[in-house]
Structures are given as C-alpha cells and as structure tokens.
C-alpha cells in the first residue's frame, strides 16, 4: 500500500453537516446541485422506503403477469426494444467515461488497497459522486427489462429476477453506507453494460450475430462477479490480518457482498454451463442447436 494515504479525514463526515427537516424530492437530487448530505437523506428517508414497495410490486409482477400473458398474443415491441437497450447502453457508457478518471486517480494516490479502503472524495465529488448516485438510481428503471419479457412472452428466468431485484435494492443499502469497494464494481458494471446492452439492441433490431458473441458477454458477466468476490475479500482478508485498522469499508458490507456475489456467479456459471458447455454437443442436431439459440436470447433480453 503507497505510503501517502488517499485522505488523513474523511471528506464523508464534513459533507454530513446539514439535517433536513422536510423530505427530499427525486427532482432535487436529480437536477439540483450535488450535495451528499440532501442525497443520503433522499435515499434513507424516500427513495428506499419506495423501493420497498416497487420490488413488492415487481416480485407480484414476475409471477402474475406471465400468468395473465399466457393465454394472450405477445406484444409486438421491436422498436421501444431496441430503443431502451441502446439508450442503456449509451447511458453506461457516457457514466463509465466520467466515472473512469477518477477511480484511476484513487488508484494512482493509494494504490488497490487504498481504493477498497478508503473513499477519498468518490460520493463528495460533484461528477464521481453524482454518477455513482445515477448508477444506484438506474437499477429501478432496468426492471422494465422484465416487463419487456413477460409482455412478449418470454420466460422469466429466477436468474433474471433474482439479480435485478436484489442489486436494486442491495445497491441502495451500499451507497448510504459509502462502500469505498463499490467503485471498481460500478466501474467493471458500467463497461459490461455498455456491451450487453449494446448487443441486446442489435437483436431485438433483428441484426444477428455469431453464437460466439453472447458467450463472450455471459463471460464478462462471470468475470465482473470474479472481480467483485476478490475485491470483497481482499477487504476480509485485511481485517483478518489487521493489515490496516483504520480501513472505511465495513466488515458488515464486506460480508453481505460476499454473500449476494457468490449467489450472482454460482447462478451465471450454472446457466453458462446449461446453454454452452452442456447444449454445445457436437453431435446435436442442427435444428435443436437453432432452438436453443433463439431461447437463449430470449432468457437474456
């Protein structure tokens, strides 16, 4: 770890001055000028209880609406398909080029071990902060991914529901806990969203591509939660080793991430393995091979 350390105080406590007696609007924090202190108040006192009820509602939805779906025609939504996934997509990337900078610039003060222990300036920064904000806040709106599904008939995979449901509100818990870790999962996210997405707009425009290239995402995807149970427990390990006592992320965080990353790679490694290794027989039938394809595509839009 570089001996000058990223911060001798945390710029955290001097940003969390102010109380607010009143609540905090979506549009305050979200047009207004970046305060952490309007922010976390928003998140703790609004937008979490909110929450609670939206992933209630979407859990209803999962199991209702292909119910309600089954019987019927399935919505012709090619367009507004291809629309959301590239307006995600360009979305993560305009955030991973704003964001990029300023994580390597925690890094060149701190080193690895200073950019998973201490926050330096990332949710005081009027851009860093505000974009890590953004990227919390756009988990909400990735849940339409699954009304996509359900109105045209798609299968709703626990996989899919379960890493939706439980980043958008496990995201929260970690942002107003000010998990300094969390920058290098934003980050990785943001880029393997950029192409995910980038990639589901191409289909659902109807533009195919080689077997190969949804392999390689599902791939990246592997690899970002790889990366996520390292950092996680590059974290545990220093405290187990008291290899730094004043480090800010906190063991409580480190743990739940653990926990909830192993279930992420555990679930996308057993369905890399369904779709690619176990369906990829040599001597399958073309037509079976053509099958599956398309239902793959289907699971991950």
């Known amino acids: 770890y570089s001996s000058s350390r990223m911060a001798t105080a ?29 922010t976390i108040h928003f998140m703790e006192h609004t937008h979490l209880p909110n929450s609670i009820v939206v992933t209630a ?11 309600i779906m ?15 996934n590239i307006t995600l997509s360009i979305y993560s990337a305009i955030s991973f080029i704003l964001l990029y900078p300023y994580v390597m610039q925690s890094y060149e003060k701190g080193g690895m071990i200073g950019t998973l222990c201490y926050n330096d300036d990332l949710y005081t920064n009027k851009v860093s902060g505000y974009v890590t904000w953004l990227f919390i806040m756009s988990k909400g709106p990735e849940l339409i991914d699954t009304v996509f599904l359900i109105l045209r008939n798609r299968p709703v995979i626990f996989m899919h529901w379960y ?37 589901y707009g191409l289909r659902a425009y109807g533009i195919k591509t080689e077997r190969w290239v949804s392999k390689m995402i599902t791939c990246t995807q592997i690899i970002q ?11 545990g390990y ?33 369905y890399f393995y369904r779709t690619y290794v176990k369906n990829d027989s040599p001597t399958r039938p073309k037509q079976l091979e053509k099958s599956t394809a398309e239902k793959e595509v289907k699971k991950d839009q």
Request: with cysteine; charged share 15%.
């Open 10 to 38: 945390d710029p955290i406590e001097a940003a969390l001055s102010e109380s607010f007696s009143t609540p905090v609007t979506y549009s305050e924090v979200l047009f207004g000028e970046w305060q952490l202190d309007k």
């Open 70 to 84: 089954e019987n019927r025609k399935a919505f012709n939504l090619r367009l507004a398909l291809t629309v959301w």
């Open 238 to 270: 220093m405290y187990i080793t008291n290899e730094l006592d004043d480090c800010q992320a906190k063991v409580q965080k480190m743990s739940q991430g653990c926990v909830v990353i192993f279930t992420y790679l555990y679930l996308f490694c057993d």
């Open 57 to 67: 509602v979407y859990l209803v939805m999962v199991f209702i609406g292909p119910k």
């Open 163 to 199: 890493h939706h449901s439980v980043t958008f509100l496990l995201g929260q818990l970690f942002f107003t806990e000010f998990v300094p870790w969390a920058r290098w999962g934003i980050l990785i996210n943001l880029m393997v969203h950029t192409v995910m997405y980038f990639y």
């Open 225 to 235: 939660f790889i990366s996520g149970f390292y950092f996680a427990g590059r974290v």
